[in-house]
């Protein structure tokens, strides 16, 4: 792996670390909730083109770092948080999480 493979690599982990834990915050039109989950969707959003160049030109590399950071937060998202939320309704395996989210 290059320097700068290594680099893009390490780089896409600190932004889906930043997504994980960075907390939500009250605004006046969303509640701390929904900031969080806009964060954390966000950072993984951003960090998959980023995995996916620390791979380049090694395609099986670049799919299975784009697949870790899938399966990741996907499964951070369902088990741990109230990050999933499909059709207004909160997807998750914890079922102190599938509230209603609080108003701002």
Known sequence: MSTLSLSLFFAGLA????????PG????ALPKRAVKRRVYWGATIIALPVLFAAGWPDVQSSIAFTAMAVV?????????TPNIKIDGRILTADPSHRGADPLP
């Open 25 to 28: 915050w009250n605004t006046a």
């Open 15 to 22: 932004i889906l670390l930043v997504g994980m834990f960075l």
């Open 72 to 80: 990741l937060m996907g499964g951070w998202a369902y088990f741990r």
